[in-house]
């Protein structure tokens, strides 16, 4: 099923736009609060489209997604009675606190680096930190070494592979699209027990 493609297409028209870096800063920060999709869904596109500014754009995301982490701490932390629990019982999210706190537990500081390299949900732990009230600078200098190795990895490696991997995401990005959901899933659940 190709579901991915078309959001792929319409994200490399995207990427021209005029205020292109605005947006895709803009999805950086919230992404890292509550919005559900991933911003390198728009960073590759921006970063093929206009290789030169790839690493700006690189630069630019980890900025803001870190300082966007910063912000959904502060929301856990100060923000949890009125807003956060709320919100997370509006949408289900019970079990995923529950599960993010158990990993806290576990791992400590090391589930902030996972989340912020990996596909898992980093606003699920930057909450989370907040509410368990992690301390501040080991969360943020964490979340800066896992999302500055993130997109910096993905911007280069759009820029060593040029057009050729422009080609070949255009080819495969269903594939891809659906392994990654496909390992995302497999490591939720190995997780969980």
Known sequence: MKIFSPLYDKALVWSKHKHAASILYLIAFVEAIFWPIPVDIMLVPMAIATRDKA??????????????????????????????????EFMGYQDKLAMAQNWFSKWGVMVIFIASFTPIPFKIFTLTAGIINMAFLPFILTALIGRSLRFFLVSGLVVIGGEKMADKLSRYIDVLGWITIIVAIIFYFSLKN
């Open 55 to 88: 690493w700006r754009y690189a630069a630019g995301v980890t900025f803001f997604s870190v300082f966007g982490g910063a912000f959904g701490y502060y929301l856990g932390h100060v923000l949890y009675g009125p807003v956060v629990h709320p919100f997370i």
